[in-house]
Nanobody
């Protein structure tokens, strides 16, 4: 069974940090671009950051540039999202997605993906 499983979410104070992980089971991520999306209540789903299969190309939403960093460790079949200087408006459910044939720019903009995870809640509040 092909699965993406997110972890690392939680409650953090404004200005704090979290690192999210997206681990794949049942398939290797080596040939996939991986993206992080988020959805807050009452808001549209937003592409946060995407990374290509070898990690050489990344894309970020303007709202997280300079604060979030996406990376991947193909040996561990895992992609990470390091989130620093968190703000209350970063509160959302964060999902990871996997696509074989999309550029990082397209992946972060499209709603259709090969594989989806179930999501992990991130809450930024004092």
């Amino acid at each position: 069974q092909l699965q993406l499983v997110e972890s690392g979410g939680g409650l953090v104070q404004p200005g704090g940090s979290l690192r999210l992980s997206c681990a794949a089971s049942g398939f290797t991520l080596d040939y996939y671009a991986i993206g992080w999306f988020r959805q807050a209540p009452g808001k549209e789903r937003e592409g946060v950051s995407c990374i290509n299969s070898n990690g050489g190309n990344t894309n970020y939403a303007d709202s997280v540039k300079g604060r979030f960093t996406i990376s991947r460790d193909n040996a561990k079949n895992t992609v990470y999202l390091q989130m620093n200087s968190l703000k209350p408006e970063d509160t959302a459910v964060y999902f990871c997605v996997a696509d074989q044939w999309l550029s990082v720019y397209t992946q972060c903009k499209t709603r259709s993906h090969d594989h989806w995870g179930q999501g992990t809640q991130v809450t930024v509040s004092s």
